[in-house]
């Protein structure tokens, strides 16, 4: 068994979570090799919004030991790390773009003796004639669009987050993509507003959140400012508690969330199935949304999904070294 090591990094503007992998190379019958990549180690940091441009000490500081252990090993990065918040700002690849596209598209750095890799994110002109972005998502796609060589030619992808992205993904390639600012406004409103008193913390209420997706599935456009105060004057009424007024305020936004993206990434289109990557927590209230409007949801393992995607992103670097 043949075993080779890096570094993978996802470095996003709120989290760094940096990942010591290992590439196993078995053989599984006479001339045929698979090859499988594992997290032998994690290193948790700052996100680049709270960094004040000292990204490359932060990096070594946190991977110290283990170059120190195993040499000057490859390190590939994704996310805002490679925007003009970040690292080092590299450009967009344009969409439609597939996995093959996406693991090349990298800006490499040499620092410190070491060869860094940080992927360059994608871009498109979005249904309301805006330019749209997303770094760090195109790496789960790229870990997850293989594993479709057999499912529907067009499929929705949603990845949870401070910033939502939407993508479409037609015939292997990510085709577009919407972004929601669902995220951050949530986070904004509960911890600035007066609309949220008391943190939801881990008392996520089922009940409460789907009474939010249920008045979000009949407002007309424009309705939901005048929406978003009832989280408040429900309370003064007596018909929400502290507590399950933040599940309301996100139920209210995730059901908002879904119908108008899925409205500007396929409009018209008939969809029944929506692929979720994201955190546990996030991807059940969306599945849980999607459901009351008769679309059904599988959720994927978003660290198993993001290895795979780091694994293409380096085996394409060593064909790269090999031409």
């Keep these: 068994m043949a075993e080779s090591v890096f570094i993978a990094g996802d470095w996003g503007s709120t989290h760094l979570r940096l990942y010591l992998c290992c590439l196993n190379s078995i053989e599984i019958t006479s001339g045929t090799a698979s090859e499988t990549a594992e997290i032998i180690a994690i290193r948790n940091g700052p996100g680049c919004s709270k960094i004040d441009n000292d990204f490359e000490q932060i990096f070594f500081d946190l991977v110290a030991d283990w170059i120190e252990q195993y040499g000057p090993v490859p390190v590939i990065l994704s996310g805002a790390v490679g925007s003009n918040i970040g690292w080092h700002t590299v450009p967009y690849l344009d969409c439609p773009a597939g996995p093959d596209q996406i693991a090349r598209a990298t800006t490499k750095l040499h620092v410190r003796g070491l060869d860094l890799w940080i992927l360059s994110g994608l871009k498109t002109l979005n249904a309301l004639q805006t330019p749209d972005i997303m770094r760090g998502e195109e790496l789960q796609l790229l870990g997850w669009m293989p594993t479709q060589s057999k499912q529907a030619s067009e499929q929705i992808v949603m990845l949870p987050g401070t910033h939502n992205k939407w993508a479409l993904v037609k015939d292997g390639q990510v085709d577009s993509f919407v972004t929601a600012f669902t995220g951050e406004l949530y986070s904004l409103l509960e911890q600035q507003s007066m609309l949220i008193t008391q943190p939801m913390a881990e008392n996520f209420s089922d009940k409460f959140f789907m009474q939010g997706v249920e008045l979000a599935k009949t407002l007309q456009p424009g309705q939901l400012l005048n929406a978003l105060f009832g989280t408040r004057s429900r309370q003064i009424a007596a018909e929400l508690t502290a507590e399950d007024a933040a599940s309301y305020l996100s139920g209210l936004l995730v059901a908002s969330d879904i119908i108008?993206?899925?409205?500007?990434?396929?409009?018209?289109?008939?969809?029944?199935?929506?692929?979720?990557?994201?955190?546990?927590?996030?991807?059940?209230?969306y599945q849980l949304a999607l459901s009351s409007l008769g679309i059904a949801a599988k959720i994927c393992d978003p660290a198993q999904i993001a290895v795979a995607g780091y694994q293409a992103v380096y085996q394409s670097l060593d064909r790269d070294r090999d031409q």
């Design 260 to 285: 108008g993206s899925m409205a500007l990434l396929n409009p018209g289109a008939q969809i029944t199935q929506v692929v979720i990557i994201g955190n546990q927590m996030l991807s059940y209230a």
